[in-house]
């Protein structure tokens, strides 16, 4: 963080207001300046007695006595600072003597008119040719590079009352000899920073605010020690870049601005916060399609109370309005530039079924209208970009920014898409091109689709604040009010209620894991396929059971098969499927062999349907039926009526014996 760290500072006006408070808070720093030369007109009169206690409590303040109206005051007063210094230079000069008074335009006099610009104008020039020479003196012994106020500067306080554009407070105060004053000595300062950039002496005029001083009034916004205290910060960060400029007491540049679409809705929403801020624009552009018409009264309202808001009236689907608005704003900036553009007109068709005329109206106003309206305005734009002394891209520099929407509209698709050859092709001049998507606002065009969340103050607070922070890393994106960019493939739904949806999905499969707790995930598989493999290593660990489906046909239920039967029988036999239990290969040899050798062999059972439908079962086979009942080990089941051994002929005693040996309850038989 940079500090003011100057080796010495001398402030005229110094026995009260803002002088007194800037020696005052200059001594309670901690790397306060080891001279402070504090001066004003009358150093022994009561009106210095707050000063003079200051300095009996603190060696480094030297009061000085420098009326800036008397020439050789200010004489003398360099020879004595020149003699405390002894032989080093002077850091940092603020010019902040002045004078006013409250006379109006009719009633303003060539004396009261001469008089203060003696004192706020041609004083400080007289004050700082006297001490130039100590100013090179420390620019010259400074190790440092560039400008800064620790090296050697020249700050006049100014105020932007001054501003011919802006015209601060004119309906509370006319006081029309100290803003020509405040205006002339803006222009010193310009002057001071052209003639004095070869010693390399920071020159700066600042504005700061309107302060609770004698002048300032007890209704004024700022206290003493904030405006004080910015203003110090705000010396501190200044830089060859700041050169010549009118600043703020928090350092902030005074742009000038143009919003389509001003009459209503965000327009004037933008218009209003513009103006109620603290820094408040030079020049507000106000433009619209009908500024006399009954929509645009509010606007009216606005401008009536503030002279730096202009209505221009201009239609986007208009070359020739749009041509005749950049003339006006061309007349009223002089030489100035346009530092920012807001394409915010822009309108909505409500149709179930789009047609081409709707498609091509709405095409018109939401992308050709920014796109011509961007053209015609880019010479002021440049110009503003070449006079800015900051480096790279911000919206205070100049900048575009395109409302657009992410609701999915196929025209504000086109607007974000040509904002991004806007940001390619504009990139060599400096200028920062931005969409922006203010969210669903209250407007007229927001709730006609629902009842939005966002209000329209809101929704401009948060859309201003995100552009006092973007930079070149921004050229060319898509952002929200809140300043997150927006990817443009994103569903048209909110990312609110997509990231609940997506905490709905995932609650769901929680639940799905608690109640199938036999699923096997890929985590489960992993260690049960690393027991298995210890398993097979030794026997060691326990085989975790695979699923039912694959137990009976895995590959290794099948090798264990394979290999108990090519042992003969020694190891315990897997059973196979049921299906091919009776009628595997392995199974018909074993009958054949055992049909060869006579019988000698247990007979494998054949299928019982077979063994009942086979030639040898009504006659001789008998017995061999009642064998397959007995091995197949048959489930008791009643004898039907009229079987038994009593019934049949040859071949009943084979169907009796195999509803003895099946062993069936004994039960009456049916009437």
Request: aromatic residues 2%; contains cysteine.
């Amino acid at each position: 963080m940079a500090v003011l760290k100057a080796h010495s500072v001398l402030v005229t006006g110094s026995n009260r207001g803002i002088g007194l408070g800037l020696v005052r808070q200059l001594l309670g720093k901690n790397n306060h300046p080891e001279k402070i030369f504090a001066t004003c007109r009358d150093p022994e009169g009561p009106g210095a007695q707050n000063l003079r206690n200051l300095a009996a409590k603190h060696q480094e303040v030297k009061i000085i006595q420098l009326d800036a109206s008397d020439p050789t005051s200010i004489k003398n007063a360099a020879a004595r600072v020149s003699e405390q210094l002894k032989g080093t230079g002077l850091n940092l000069l603020i010019n902040n003597a002045a004078i006013g008074n409250s006379n109006t335009l009719d009633s303003e006099t060539p004396e009261a008119m001469a008089e203060v610009y003696k004192t706020n104008v041609t004083g400080p020039l007289v004050v700082s040719q006297a001490f130039l020479p100590l100013l090179k003196k420390a620019a010259q012994k400074s190790p440092q590079k560039g400008m800064s106020c620790n090296k050697a500067a020249i700050v006049n306080i100014s105020s932007e009352g001054g501003s011919i554009t802006n015209v601060l407070m004119w309906h509370f105060v006319q006081t029309p000899s100290y803003r020509c004053s405040k205006a002339a000595l803006n222009m010193l300062t310009k002057c001071q920073s052209l003639g004095y950039v070869a010693d390399e002496i920071l020159c700066i005029a600042v504005h700061p605010g309107w302060v609770q001083t004698d002048m300032g009034s007890a209704k004024a916004s700022l206290p003493v020690d904030v405006s004080v205290r910015e203003i110090l910060n705000t010396l501190a960060h200044l830089s060859e870049k700041d050169n010549g400029t009118f600043v703020n007491w928090e350092g902030k540049a005074v742009p000038c601005i143009l919003v389509t679409g001003s009459n209503r809705g965000i327009g004037l929403e933008l218009v209003r916060q513009l103006i109620e801020g603290k820094n408040q624009p030079e020049w507000i552009f106000a433009t619209c399609r009908d500024p006399d018409g009954p929509h645009a009264q509010e606007l009216r309202n606005l401008a009536a109370k503030h002279q730096g808001v202009k209505i221009i009236q201009l239609d986007t689907t208009d070359l020739s309005s749009i041509k005749a608005a950049v003339a006006t704003a061309t007349e009223q900036l002089k030489e100035a530039g346009l530092n920012l553009l807001v394409n915010n007109a822009g309108i909505l068709k409500l149709n179930t079924q789009e047609t081409l005329e709707t498609m091509s109206e709405t095409y018109e106003t939401n992308v050709i209208g920014p796109m011509i309206v961007s053209q015609e305005f880019l010479p002021l734009l440049k110009k503003a970009s070449q006079k800015s002394p900051h480096k790279g891209m911000n919206c205070s520099k100049a900048a575009i920014v395109n409302i657009s929407s992410e609701g999915g509209s196929i025209t504000r698709a086109a607007l974000n898409m040509l904002t991004k050859c806007q940001s390619l092709e504009f990139v060599k001049d400096d200028i920062l091109c931005i969409a922006v998507h203010p969210g669903w606002v209250e407007t007229d065009m927001g709730k006609s689709v629902g009842q939005p969340p966002l209000t329209v103050e809101f929704s401009v607070k948060e859309i201003l604040n995100t552009l006092a922070h973007l930079s070149e890393k921004d050229n060319g994106t898509f952002v929200d009010w809140e300043g997150k960019v927006v990817p443009c493939l994103e569903k048209p739904q909110s990312r609110e209620k997509e990231a609940a949806e997506q905490r709905e999905r995932q609650r769901r499969s929680r639940n799905c894991r608690t109640s199938l707790p036999n699923l096997e995930y890929p985590r489960v598989r992993r260690k049960r396929k690393e027991r298995q493999r210890s398993s097979g290593k030794g026997g060691g660990g326990t085989e975790t059971t695979p699923p039912p489906s694959q137990a009976l046909n895995s590959p290794r239920a099948g090798r264990k098969r394979q290999q108990s039967s090519g042992k003969g029988g020694r190891g315990a036999e897997t059973a196979p499927p049921p299906s091919q239990a009776l009628n595997s290969p392995r199974v018909r040899k074993k009958r054949q062999r055992s049909s060869r050798k006579g019988g000698g062999g247990a007979e494998t059972a054949p299928p019982l349907s077979q063994a009942l439908k086979s030639p040898r079962a009504g006659g001789r086979g008998s017995r061999a039926a009642g064998k397959v009942a007995e091995k197949q080990k048959l489930p008791h089941l009643p004898p039907k009526p009229g079987i038994g051994p009593e019934l049949g002929r040859r071949g009943s005693g084979a169907v009796g014996k195999v509803a003895v040996k099946q062993k069936l309850p004994h039960l009456p038989p049916k009437p």
